[in-house]
């Protein structure tokens, strides 16, 4: 049955209701409607429009209605409704006939599917921050395990400087910090409750909203019914949460895809984050990877396609408003997965610190430790510097590393130089050097890791 028809001559064409009908993805509110509506029963009572027999009656009716569409959620989709909000009505009326047309008194589909929609979206975020806490943690823990391992640090994809390993892994956690506390605050923010805002203009029934914001856990009422219906910005925060933090997925995938390549060597991801090639036997390609790196597109796409849809629409709801959901509804259990899988690669990852350690050496990632030496003995860096691309030079030309001149080479650029120039060239100097305030020295790197840890508890 459909929640509207009177002025109506004859029904929808069966094209236009196939284009209209969002129930075969918005039955996934139907939880979330069922408890607004549960709340909304409550609101009616306290302005007497229904009585406590009627109010119990309808919330043991709903109750059970919410079992049944969480044993079969599937079974709503495919029910033929034009949307969550007419499926849940016709169920109730199945179930204690008039009075559940009772329950739409004062209320509007545009204050319910918005007020739905938020609660979806506040649970979303809650299983999503705590797959970052987890993800946070396995890098954690991957830190804590290459507490030892240097690794070349890149700029341009050359190698700069020599970093720890768990350097690495510290600098996603900061990168995880930062997506939850922006998903917290964008939590926060959609918090607040549009049921009882009407269609537009607010209701006519004198119901005490901040008891009924309370009752469904939002931290109050909305301030403005204009506005409540229309309001879409959580979704649009949401997806952006969601992009900024594929973003930071897809560059670790990028990372992690070329320390795992036969050219670096770096790293082997477990056999269960991997997959093989139907032709070339030798093949295990990091397919978990590339695939979040590859989703962070479609993410961002629901993103862009919810701004595009929200520009320029006129106050108060639009129908163009039902285009909200497929996006959102595809785009956070693909960041959720792509999370969980994120945490299943760093899990298993070996860490080859032979290989990592060789690179480092190589590259000529000490030729700013030499700069600084130069700095140390009086001489400014600018001219130290070039000082060093001489030597640089010299090293390149006879294939070797810096460490590798004589001390003659040293001197045949500059007086300056000393037998002390040596332990200055050795990796674990270039890293112990970097000792201020998120520098990738041991000590700096573990108390970043201490830091992470209570943050996290
Ligand atoms: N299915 C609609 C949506 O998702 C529900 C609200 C419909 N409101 C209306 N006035 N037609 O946006």
């Known amino acids: 049955m459909a929640l509207w028809g009177g002025r109506f001559s004859t029904g929808p064409d069966e094209a236009f209701k196939q284009f209209n009908d969002s129930l075969p993805f918005d039955y996934q509110l139907a939880e979330q409607d069922i408890i607004g509506s549960v709340a909304w029963a409550g609101a009616l009572k306290q302005v007497n429009v229904l009585n406590q027999q009627e109010y119990d009656d309808l919330v043991a009716a ?13 079974a709503v989709a495919v029910a033929g409704h034009e949307d969550i909000h007419s499926y849940v009505e016709s169920a109730l009326i199945d179930k204690v006939g008039d009075l559940a047309k009772k329950l739409h008194t004062g209320r509007s589909r545009n204050d319910q599917v918005a007020t739905d929609f938020r609660l979806w979206c506040r649970d979303t975020a809650e299983h999503i921050l705590e797959a970052i806490a987890e993800l946070k943690g396995e890098f954690i823990a991957l830190a804590e395990r290459e507490l030892g391992t240097i690794l070349p640090g890149y700029t341009h994809l050359q190698r700069a400087q020599p970093v720890l390993f768990s350097h690495w892994c510290m600098a996603y956690v900061e990168m995880l910090e930062r997506d939850e506390s922006r998903l917290t605050d964008a939590k926060n923010r959609m918090n607040y409750c549009p049921l009882g805002s009407g269609a537009l203009a607010g209701t006519a029934y004198p119901i005490d909203r901040q008891i009924l914001a309370e009752g469904l856990g939002f931290t109050g009422a909305t301030r403005n019914s204009l506005d409540a219906v229309s309001d879409r910005d959580f979704v649009v925060e949401l997806l952006s949460c969601a992009s900024i933090s594929m973003i930071h997925l897809s560059r670790m995938a990028e990372d992690l895809i070329f320390y795992n390549s036969g050219e670096a060597g770096f790293i082997e991801l477990s056999d269960g984050v991997t997959s093989g090639s139907s032709l070339m036997p030798q093949k295990k390609n990091p397919d978990a990877l ?3 790196r590859g989703k962070t597109g479609r993410v961002f796409g629901a993103f862009s396609a919810m701004m595009m849809t929200l520009k320029a629409l006129p106050l108060a709801y639009n129908k163009d408003m039902q285009e909200d959901k497929e996006g959102l509804f595809d785009a956070m259990p693909t960041w959720l997965a ?19 350690l060789a690179a480092a050496k190589g590259g000529h ?7 600084d030496y130069l700095v140390a003995k009086g001489i400014p860096f600018r001219e130290g510097h070039h000082i060093v691309g001489t030597l ?10 810096l460490e590798d001149l004589s001390l003659e080479q040293f001197k045949s650029v500059h007086s300056i130089f000393e037998s002390d120039v040596y332990p200055v060239l050795e990796i674990d100097a270039c890293i112990k050097a970097r000792q201020a305030l998120g520098g990738t020295s041991l000590e700096q790197v573990t108390s970043a890791i201490k830091y992470a840890k209570k943050n996290s508890k």
């Open 62 to 74: 709903l109750n059970k209605l919410l079992d049944e569409v969480k044993a079969n959620p599937q």
């Open 290 to 292: 590339e695939l979040i």
């Open 338 to 356: 792509c999370i969980h899988m994120a945490q299943a690669c760093i899990k298993g990852i070996k860490v080859n610190a032979e290989r990592t």
């Open 365 to 371: 990632s000490n030729a700013t430790e030499l700069a």
């Open 392 to 401: 640089v030079q010299m090293a390149i030309a006879q294939g070797n590393n």
